[in-house]
Each structure stands twice: as structure tokens, then as C-alpha cells.
């Protein structure tokens, strides 16, 4: 009898400690509330450096349904995320986004969008956060005249940039490392 006291009290104590642990596992948004949740890790290999300058590009180009947030999207906010809570500054976040392709209609103000998909932008608050939080977003200018978006119907917290693919040459010449999603 006493050979399992011991033994049940051996696993609740591992219990009991293991508690933290699985606290530390939650589901956080650090800085952008509206997207991009993570599971920190401070004990995981291959931390960031907290005195490094981090530049990156997100390339997204996947489409979405038009009532649910774009994934891609998510992933930029899950980035940000990610290095905040590792304890990297967000001054050491160069982050930039340049959307284009099929991913093009996240990037349209709200009047814009009600009228082309009958539904309101699930993007714009997590593009109004990333933007607040240093995030440089664009639009190709090549994929809005291909879509026939105007200018005048862009969210006004995206840049219309010449083209994608210059954006990206510019970009990775400047030393961003490019992300596709």
C-alpha cells in the first residue's frame, strides 16, 4: 500500500510542476491582439537575438474566403508575435508585407469591399494593427489594374506599390529576407 501512496504522490508532484510549463504554452498575443496567436517558448532551440535587426518580406498571394481572415495575413501577425515574445524590440522588427495575385482583395477599404464581395473586410483590423506595430504594408499596382480595383478603393494603411516584383529586388537588395506564403 504504501509503494502506491509513494507512487501517486510521485505523479501528482510531476503534475503539479509540470503546471508552468503548460501555462507557458498558451495561446498569447503579445502585439497584434486580433491575429497571429503563438505558444511561447523560451526553452525552444534557436531563440532570436534581442540585439539583432531583423528585416523581412512577406510575399502573400493566397486567396481566402471573403468572410474569413487571410491566413497568410495571420502568419505576418503570428511573425510579429513570435520575435515580441522572445524579447526582440519591435524597432528590431523591419517587416514588410507586399501583397499581390489572389490575396489582392484583402487589401480594399471597407466601402470597397461590401460592394464587390457583399461582405465586410475581415483583413482590415489585423492590417490597421500590423501597420501600427511598424509592419510596412503594399499592394502591386500591377495586380490591382489586373483585378480593375482603382487606387481610390485601397485601405488607406497599404502603399500601392509599382509591381510585386520589383518590390521584392528592391527589397531583398536592401538585405529582407523574402517569406512566400
Known sequence: MRRYTHLFLGI???????????????????????????????????????????????????????KLLNESLNHVANAVNIFASAGVPMDHLKFAVIIHGAATPMVLNEASYQKHFGTSNPDLKLIDELKASGVQIYVCSQALVRFKYEDSEVNPDVKVALSALSTIVMLQQQGYALVPM
Open 12 to 66: 501528482l508532484l510531476a503534475a503539479i510542476l509540470s503546471l508552468p510549463a503548460l501555462a507557458d504554452t498558451a495561446d498569447t498575443n503579445p502585439v497584434i491582439k486580433s491575429g497571429g496567436a503563438i505558444h511561447p517558448r523560451p526553452d525552444a532551440m534557436l531563440q532570436p537575438d534581442r540585439s539583432q535587426t531583423y528585416k523581412a518580406l512577406f510575399s502573400l498571394t493566397k486567396d481566402s474566403d471573403p
